[in-house]
């Protein structure tokens, strides 16, 4: 449903009845605001809640949009490339196909009228991928030969909330987005996922065998959730 805050600002609301629970729990989603209240509370109590949070929401409503127009491929915004931030330039020309090119701090966009941000973040997933095949994979031979652990295969996927895994039969799978990550980052990635193949979880056994070829990577572990943050 609709419903308005006390700045008259119109939110999409939706209202979970839950049997059980006690409190009412407001949150935001990605589709809007959410609030869970018991089967027997009366409409017009939850109406109230939310309207007393009205300050809290208009805030975070407002991060949440600022943080979507962040992501968007516009002009202005930044696209991160070994872990470094490009601005990104989008121009409208009169022609078929899109490009890409990097130029010292800019990625430079050609583009056709209207073109969908569907079109431009598949731009981008080529790109990052190209990349990752071309730079991770001599970076996994390298540690292969040190580490003298064998993998099965690699394999690049879309992933986003991994950045690489180690199968049970010792595949790996590296996540292409990686690419926007600093080289040493990827590295440990690479070795994190190389001692997989011989400490399957993530035992003290697993993190001595990391530390042995990465002494530091604690730090790059720090640096990872930073990057994580900004993402
Ligand atoms: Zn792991």
């Known amino acids: 449903m609709q419903f308005k805050l006390k700045n008259n600002q119109k939110i999409s609301l ?7 629970l ?4 407001l949150r935001i989603t990605p ?4 609030v869970s209240a018991n089967k027997r509370m009366p409409l017009a109590d939850i109406e109230a809640f939310v309207l007393s949070k009205s300050d809290w929401l208009s805030k975070h409503l407002k991060n949440q949009e600022a943080q979507e127009k962040k992501r968007l491929f516009i002009t202005g915004n930044e696209v991160y490339f070994k872990g470094e931030a490009f601005i990104l330039e989008c121009v409208e020309m009169q022609r078929h196909d899109v490009t890409l090119e990097l130029c010292e701090k800019k990625f430079l ?21 190209k990349e990752a095949v071309m730079h991770i994979t001599p970076l996994v031979e390298d540690w292969v030969k040190k580490m003298k652990l064998y993998p099965k295969g690699i394999a690049f996927r879309k992933t986003t909330r991994q950045w690489g895994s180690c199968s049970s039969q010792n595949s ?9 990550l600093p080289l040493h980052i990827i590295e440990y990635v690479v070795v994190h996922e190389l001692a997989h193949i011989q400490e399957k979880n993530h035992s003290t056994n697993f993190w001595a ?3 042995e ?13 930073e990057f994580e943050r900004v993402f």
């Open 213 to 225: 070829f990465l002494p530091n990577y604690k730090e790059v572990v720090k640096k990872l959730r």
């Open 209 to 211: 065998l990391v530390e």
């Open 172 to 180: 790996l799978s590296f996540s292409y987005y990686l690419m926007k």
């Open 22 to 25: 006690k409190n009412i729990n």
């Open 31 to 34: 589709k809007g605001v959410v």
């Open 14 to 20: 939706e209202i979970l009845r839950k049997p059980k």
């Open 109 to 129: 966009i050609k583009m056709p009228h209207n073109t969908s941000q569907i079109t431009l973040q598949e731009l981008f997933n080529d790109f990052y991928k």
